[in-house]
C-alpha cells in the first residue's frame, strides 16, 4: 500500500513535470503495466484540463493498449488489478528485495565509513562516466547485440540491446550499490554484484534471452568492471 | 495549456523518439479522451472515431522525427486527427457518389437523428467539474492551497514551497494527496457512469 502510494506521488510530480529523469524510467514502466496508475496518470490529466480554460467533453473510450501492440508489436502486459492488490505477492517482493541485500552484505562486509566515506564520492563520479557503458558494451561483447539506447546519469547507467536478426531485446544496467531500490525486482532476472577499485556495483539483466546468456554477461561486466575511471 | 504540461509532453516525445514506448503510451493515455471526442463530432460514430484517433496517433508516432520540439504535441495530435477525420468523411463522400447512392428522404432522416446521439459513454465536461470542485472543497486548508496553486497558476513546486513556507516535498505530496482525493471521486463517477451506460445499453437491446 505504502509502494502505491509513493508510486503515485511520482506519478502525480510526473504530470507536474517535477520529477527526474532517471526517476521518470522507473515510473514509466510502472504506468505501462498497472491499470490502477494507468487511471491515476488519465485521472491527473482530465482533472488539469476541467480547471483551466480548455473545458471539454470526454469520450471515455481506452484505445491505449491496441495502439500500443499496433505500434511497438508487443503486447501491453498489465497486470489484473486483484493481483496488484494482493498482499502475497507483496510479500514476495519484499522478501526478494531483503533475500538480495542479506547476500549481497553478507559476501561483501564494507565498514561502514569506507563504503559511505570514499566509496559514494568515487562512484558517484564513476557512474557518470563514459567508462560505466563500457562495461555494459563489453559485458555483451560476443552476442551479436545492437545498443539500441542507453541512460547516463549520476544515480546509474541502463542500456537496452537487441539481437538484430530476432529482434529480441534486453536490458543491462549498473548501478552503485546504495541504489539498489532502482533495480525493477521484476524486470531484473539475473542480478550481480561487482567489486571494483572505485566502490561496490550492481549488474543486473532483464529481457528475452537466455539464463546462460545472462550469466555470460555478468562474469563479463564483473571482468571488465575495472575499466569504470 | 500550461507550459509545464507542454514541458512535460516534450520529454515524452523525446523519449518516445529514442523509442520508448511507454513515455508515447503516456501521451496516448492523456489525450485520446479527449481526442475521441474531437473526432466523433465529426464521424458521428464512437467505433469510427476511435479508428480515426488510433490511426491519428499512428501517423504521428512514424513521424515524430519532423515534430518540432518547440510546439505543442496537443495541438500536433490534435490538427492530424482532425485531417484524418475530415479525410474519412471526404473518402466517404466519394465512395458514396462513386456508387450512385441517392439518399432518400428516410435516409437523411437517419443521417440526421445519428448527429443528434449522445454516445452513453461520453463524460460532459459539466459532470466532471462538478465532481472535482465538490472534492476540492473537502481538502484541507494547506492541501487545498498548494493544489491550486499548481493547477490554477501553474507555479512550480519551489515557487509553492516558497510561498507557503514548507520543504518541496511538503508541497509534492500535498499536491498528490488532493490528486489522490479527487481520483477516488472521479473513478467513482466514472465507474457509475459505467454501470449506467451499461444498464442503458441492455435495456435497448
Known amino acids: 500500500m505504502k509502494n502505491d502510494k509513493n508510486m503515485k506521488e511520482k506519478i502525480s510530480a510526473l504530470a507536474d513535470g517535477e520529477l527526474s529523469d532517471f526517476e521518470v524510467r522507473r515510473v ?17 490529466q482530465q482533472t488539469g484540463e476541467i480547471l483551466t480554460d480548455e473545458k471539454h467533453d470526454f469520450l471515455n473510450n481506452d484505445i491505449s493498449q491496441e495502439l500500443f501492440l499496433k505500434i511497438s508489436g508487443k503486447k501491453l502486459e498489465i497486470f489484473e488489478e486483484e493481483e496488484i492488490k494482493s498482499p502475497r505477492m507483496r510479500y514476495i517482493a519484499a522478501s526478494f528485495v531483503g533475500f538480495f541485500a542479506v547476500i549481497i552484505y553478507s559476501v561483501f562486509p ?22 560505466a557503458l563500457e562495461v555494459l558494451n563489453n559485458s555483451v561483447s560476443g552476442l551479436n547485440a545492437v545498443l539500441q539506447d542507453y541512460e547516463l546519469t549520476r ?75 | 495549456m500550461k507550459l509545464s504540461s507542454k514541458n512535460v509532453d516534450i520529454g515524452l516525445v523525446k523519449r518516445a523518439k529514442a523509442g520508448d514506448y511507454t513515455a508515447f503510451d503516456l501521451l496516448v493515455l492523456k489525450y485520446q479522451s479527449r481526442l475521441i471526442s474531437t473526432a466523433y463530432k465529426f464521424v458521428k460514430d464512437e467505433q469510427i472515431a ?30 492530424i486527427t482532425v485531417n484524418t477525420s475530415k479525410n474519412f468523411l471526404v473518402s466517404k463522400k466519394r465512395k458514396e457518389e462513386l ?31 462538478e ?15 498548494a493544489f ?5 497558476e501553474g507555479l512550480s513546486y519551489e515557487q509553492i514551497a516558497e510561498i507557503i513556507r514548507c520543504p518541496v516535498g511538503t508541497v509534492r505530496s500535498r499536491i498528490f494527496r488532493a490528486r489522490e482525493l479527487i481520483d477516488g471521486a472521479v473513478e467513482d463517477f466514472k465507474n457509475s457512469s459505467r454501470y449506467h451506460s451499461k444498464e442503458v445499453k441492455s435495456e435497448k437491446r
Open chain 1, 28 to 44: 514509466l514502466s510502472e504506468i505501462a503495466k498497472n491499470p490502477e496508475y494507468r487511471k491515476f496518470w488519465q485521472n491527473i
Open chain 1, 110 to 131: 564494507v565498514p561502514e565509513n569506507s563504503f559511505t566515506d570514499i566509496a559514494s564520492k568515487k562512484i558517484d563520479q564513476a557512474i557518470e562516466s563514459p567508462g
Open chain 1, 155 to 229: 544515480e546509474g547507467t541502463l542500456a537496452n540491446y537487441r539481437f538484430p536478426n530476432s529482434g529480441k531485446t534486453f536490458k543491462v544496467s549498473l548501478y552503485p550499490i546504495q541504489e539498489i531500490n532502482k533495480i525493477g525486482i521484476k524486470e531484473a532476472t539475473k542480478i550481480s554484484y561487482i567489486k571494483s577499485k572505485k566502490g561496490i556495483y550492481i549488474v543486473s539483466v532483464s529481457g528475452n534471452i537466455s539464463s546462460d546468456q545472462k550469466n555470460q554477461i555478468l562474469q563479463k561486466a564483473n571482468l571488465f568492471a575495472n575499466q569504470l575511471k
Open chain 2, 50 to 79: 476511435e479508428d480515426m484517433v488510433q490511426e491519428s496517433f499512428i501517423k504521428s508516432f512514424k513521424s515524430l522525427d519532423s515534430f518540432r520540439e518547440d510546439s505543442s504535441f496537443y495541438t500536433w495530435i490534435y490538427r
Open chain 2, 99 to 129: 456508387l450512385h447512392v441517392d439518399l432518400t428522404e428516410a435516409n437523411a432522416h437517419r443521417i440526421e437523428s445519428i448527429e443528434i446521439d449522445t454516445p452513453e459513454s461520453i463524460l460532459t465536461a459539466k459532470q466532471l467539474e
Open chain 2, 131 to 145: 465532481i472535482i470542485l465538490k472534492s476540492i472543497e473537502n481538502l484541507g486548508e494547506e492541501t487545498k492551497v
Open chain 2, 148 to 152: 491550486t496553486l499548481r493547477e490554477l
